[in-house]
């Protein structure tokens, strides 16, 4: 799970996010999000520091979920992290 939470930090601080960022604090964000929710594609929002929010794209499966990408929204200022790539 190291090697998960790692990836998930780097590809936020090489997005530009100006904070501090724990993997394990996002990946269980997530997780908390999407307990309980049936199969399927979902967008959840969740507030970061400053002005910042992010938005996990998510789909769900049985026995696991995939986070496609997360929007990193700044005021009108939005990028898109891609975790498929």
């Known amino acids: 799970m190291d090697e998960i ?13 100006p904070y501090e960022v ?9 997780c908390d999000e999407i307990e309980g929710k049936e199969n399927g594609h979902y967008i959840c929002m969740a507030k970061q520091e400053g002005n910042i929010h992010f938005e996990y794209h998510i789909e769900i499966m049985d026995e696991e979920f995939n986070l496609a ?14 975790f498929d790539k």
């Open 69 to 82: 990408g997360i929007n990193m929204v700044d005021g009108d200022k939005m990028t898109y992290i891609d």
């Open 22 to 30: 724990d993997g394990k604090a996002v990946y269980d964000e997530i």
């Open 5 to 17: 939470y790692r990836i998930i930090e780097e590809k936020i601080k090489a997005a530009g996010y």
